[in-house]
């Protein structure tokens, strides 16, 4: 028994051969695997978020809504590729259970900002484990992604902060919606005023 546990080989050599043609490990690759998902159903939320924001009849907040929806579906052919062109396998996404109701207008809005933390924190795991792993090439193609959600939770806090500036009584959540184009990022807001 003792020498047959010797001889037999310590991995599965049909999954080396597999692994010898991506530069990723099995970890990394399933980790950037999660994330094609979470973006895939960030972009299903997104469109949701703009069904609802136009029932209540916010139309600028629903274009927002759809044009984030579309840069989420982007993020995801991203990851997609990049899986792809390391010589790993990306997977389509089974995306399910996706909210429809967010309990009111600020509601969307909070769950907009709820939602790109929790990418935040998946980027940055994936981030830190490609570090672990001496994963140079992922470590630099995820910086791109850091830099955005800095980027997405800077202007998600700008338009719930909208909310609480001009208040919703009145022609208040009128003009929050008015506003909800004119958010944006630190850089773009240097560039106005430059
Ligand atoms: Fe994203
Ligand atoms: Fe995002």
């Given at each position: 028994m003792v020498f047959l546990t010797i001889l037999l080989p310590k991995h599965n050599p049909m999954k080396d051969t597999i692994r010898i043609?991506?530069?990723?490990?099995?970890?990394?690759?399933?980790?950037?695997?999660?994330?094609v998902k979470m973006e895939g159903k960030s972009s299903s939320i997104y469109l949701a978020?703009?069904?609802y924001s136009d029932q209540l009849g916010f139309e600028n907040s629903s274009e927002f809504f759809f044009t984030q929806s579309e840069e989420e579906r982007q993020h995801m052919l991203k990851i997609f590729r990049y899986i792809a062109d390391s010589g790993g396998t990306p997977i389509s996404p089974d995306i399910t259970a996706v909210p429809q109701e967010f309990g009111s207008f600020r509601g969307v809005f909070e769950s907009a900002l709820e939602q790109e933390i929790a990418v935040t924190k998946a980027i940055n795991k994936i981030l830190s484990a490609a570090y672990q792993e001496g994963d140079h090439a992922t470590a630099n193609f995820l910086q791109w992604f850091v830099r955005e959600q800095q980027e997405e939770e800077f202007t998600a806090r700008k338009r719930i902060e909208l909310f609480d500036v001009?208040?919703?009584?009145?022609?208040?959540?009128?003009?929050?919606?008015?506003?909800i184009p004119e958010i944006a990022p630190p850089e773009a807001e240097a560039d106005l005023n430059a």
């Open positions: 043609k991506t530069s990723l490990s099995e970890e990394i690759e399933s980790l950037l695997n999660d994330q978020m703009a069904a001009i208040g919703e009584e009145g022609i208040g959540r009128y003009m929050i919606d008015q506003k």
